[in-house]
Structures are given as C-alpha cells and as structure tokens.
C-alpha cells in the first residue's frame, strides 16, 4: 500500500501490473479478501482513515478495527507469498 500512496504517474490501481516474477496485481490480491477485512483495509491504508474513523464509520469499536486490520494484513501477506512461490 505504501508503493501505491507514492506513485506519482496517477495510474489507476487496477492498471498497474505485476512483475514476471510472480507476483500478482495488488487489485487482485485485495479482491480475495473476505469482504469484511477488504472493507476496512482499503480506507485505512489507500485513504489514510483513521481507526477511530474507521470505528466510527463501520460502527464497531476501535478493538475490533485493530484486529481486523492486522487479519487483513495477515492474509493479504500470505495471498503474496504463495504467488511469490509459484
């Protein structure tokens, strides 16, 4: 997400592509996300909210946006990996 926030050339995420290397497109890796942790990951990392924000917004305690963020995280890293060893 972080390489997404400084690219500078204005593409649309869903353009950019992966390496031959394996990787996938970081569209499709946040597209296998079970919808509830897609939800919440996008706005806190392409949008910049924060989790009292996030909390607010979706209506759950900030715990619960901690813990879904860090899931999210989890899987999202493991979506990663497997392709990375294909």
Known sequence: MDWH???KDGEALSDR???KSGGVLI???LNRLPQELRTILRP?????YSYSELAEI???PVGT???RLHEARHQLRTI???EATK
Do not use: F, H, Y
């Not at 806190?44 to 910049?48: F, I, K, N, Q, T």
């Open 65 to 67: 946006v901690r813990s």
């Open 58 to 60: 979706l209506k759950i």
């Open 80 to 82: 990663w990996m497997k």
């Open 17 to 19: 592509t992966a390496d």
């Open 44 to 48: 806190r990392e392409v949008e910049g």
């Open 27 to 29: 569209n499709d890796a």
């Open 5 to 7: 926030r400084r690219q």
